[in-house]
């Protein structure tokens, strides 16, 4: 792990009312408000955002936004915009999950549009990028995700990027029970960290964070953790239960 503060986020995906999405967090914050080794961040759906916002309000646990669009407001039926997320308390929103780019054609190029849009209201991105199954074993891993951050993360302003994160989340992984090895994912988040160093001085490039992502569980996170570049984790499944989310913040004890 480089020398920052790790953030482990519990990405909710499409579960949870509003009306669960409060039990879930009543439940998680007695667990993890101690645990000050680490960033917590919650990413509920856009309908459980005010519920939630209220109660981790004065708590270590910060909100996000699990996509958004890159307009301030407009005729975009079905679209939330960075000012509305923000003005329900989101710090951070992910932008270009592989779900988004598989299932909803989002692009490089449109990911690149959101993070320059969540910039100018002060929200930070987590930008995932990973490469599916078919790519891995063609050998292009290193090609789909040095385009990716290349375009995700083209012509920004270096004053913004130290509070951008990554999320490399091998598609692969996601969600199937597979979890990339520790090795597996630490190749990947030195082949990032590299380019960053390529693209931005020293200083934005270590304070940078690149979590890993897919099929974090509370028995694999520590053996993620200790690994150089792996700065925290973006979990979806198992942030649905306060009890294996926390065990996941609290990998340390
Ligand atoms: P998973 O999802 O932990 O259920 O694999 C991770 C993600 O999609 O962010």
Redesign the pocket.
């Known amino acids: 792990m480089a020398e920052c503060t790790p953030i482990i986020a519990g ?1 909710w ?1 499409m579960f949870k009312t509003s009306v669960k999405a409060k039990d879930l967090v009543s439940a998680l914050l007695p667990l993890v408000e101690k645990s000050s080794h680490c960033q917590v961040v919650v990413c509920p759906p856009f309908t459980a955002l005010c519920e939630v916002a209220t109660l981790v309000d004065s708590t270590p646990v910060c909100l996000g936004g699990q996509n958004c669009y890159h307009e301030d407001e407009g005729a975009f039926t079905g679209e939330v915009s960075p000012v509305m997320l923000k003005e329900v308390g989101c710090e951070f929103v ?1 932008v270009g ?3 988004r780019r598989h299932y909803f054609g989002e692009t490089n190029e449109g990911v690149n549009r959101k993070i320059k849009a969540l910039y100018l209201h002060g929200l930070k991105p987590i930008v ?1 990028v990973g490469e599916t199954l078919e790519q891995r074993k063609a050998g292009s891993t290193t090609d789909v995700v040095t385009e990716q951050i290349r375009i995700c993360l083209n012509d920004l302003p270096s004053e913004k990027l130290t509070d951008t994160v990554i ?1 490399y ?1 091998p598609v692969w ?5 597979v979890t990339a090895t520790p090795e597996q994912a630490q190749e990947v988040h030195a082949l990032i960290r590299n380019l960053l160093g390529e693209m931005f001085d020293d200083e934005i490039t270590s304070a940078m964070r690149i979590q890993y ?5 509370p028995d694999n996170i520590k053996d993620l953790m200790v690994q150089e570049d792996i700065d925290g984790a ?6 649905l239960d306060a009890e294996s989310f926390a065990r996941i913040v609290n990998y340390n004890q």
């Open positions: 990405n995906k992910i999950h592989s779900e995932c999320a989340e992984a996601i969600g199937t029970g992502g897919g099929s974090v569980k973006l979990v979806g499944g198992a942030s």
